[in-house]
């Protein structure tokens, strides 16, 4: 597609149940990152994905979170078990990756309250 | 790990003021990019340096590729109203990961 797509926009879920969440990258990106956005603040990392690497996992707060990317395309972040401190906007990023990256491009993210 | 600070957090301005802000890091990137967030959007490209020392503008933003690669600036003109927003440094080091800055929050008083 033109753009990254991000889906649902909006999600409410109740505390303990799971979430996934679905990024459809710009195609022919290999690189696509998820981030998480509280209220008011910067971005915080969650994993990476490039090419057909292990992924970077560095970022993910715990063992609920997980993401996979299927087919070097589409990608589910999910989140077992919510908490309210899981309310946040998740965004999601893809690039070309490679030396001539030039930057990334963002979905306009899923927001989601845990209640 | 890689540590990126921008500064400042937050700032208040009259519209017609000139803008700056900059980002740090502890270690060098090959690349440096600037974002700009708009409520309930994603984040959208700006600007994005390649090489140390290089200044690049588009419109009335200028921002700075840092000569030791470990900052840039970035300037805004003349500012106005729909200046309004979050902006995020980004830099990019040699395995290709990105990092962020924690945002400068950008309020334009007509």
């Known amino acids: 597609g033109a753009g990254v797509s991000q889906s649902p926009s909006n999600k409410v879920t109740e505390k303990g149940k799971d979430v996934e969440l679905r990024c459809d990258p710009i195609?022919?990106?290999?690189?696509l990152y998820w981030y998480r956005q509280s209220l008011g603040q910067g971005l915080e990392f969650l994993i990476y994905?490039?090419?057909?690497?292990?992924?970077?996992k560095s970022g993910l707060p715990s063992d609920r979170f997980s993401a996979e990317r299927t087919g070097g395309s589409v990608s589910t972040l999910t989140i077992q078990r919510t908490q309210q401190e899981d309310s946040a906007v998740y965004l999601c990023?893809?690039?070309?990756?490679?030396?001539?990256?030039?930057?990334?491009?963002f979905g306009s993210g899923t927001r989601l309250t845990v209640v | 790990g890689q540590q990126l600070n921008q500064s400042p957090q937050s700032m208040f301005i009259q519209e017609g003021e000139d803008v700056s802000m900059n980002c740090t890091s502890s270690?060098?990137?090959?690349?440096w990019l600037w974002y700009k967030q708009d409520p309930g959007e994603g984040p959208v490209l700006l600007i994005a340096?390649?090489?140390?020392?290089e200044l690049t503008s588009n419109g009335r933003l200028t921002a700075q590729f840092g000569i030791t690669r470990k900052d840039s600036f970035l300037n805004i003109s003349a500012s106005i109203p729909s200046d309004v927003g979050i902006y995020f440094c980004?830099?990019?080091?040699?395995?290709?990961?990105?990092?962020f800055g924690s945002g400068t929050k950008l309020n334009v008083k007509p």
């Open positions: 990023a893809s690039s070309l990756g490679g030396t001539g990256s030039k930057g990334y491009t």
């Open positions: 980004a830099g990019r080091d040699n395995f290709n990961k990105f990092y």
């Open positions: 994905f490039q090419g057909n690497s292990a992924p970077d």
């Open positions: 340096l390649y090489k140390a020392g």
């Open positions: 270690s060098i990137f090959n690349t």
């Open positions: 195609s022919g990106h290999t690189a």
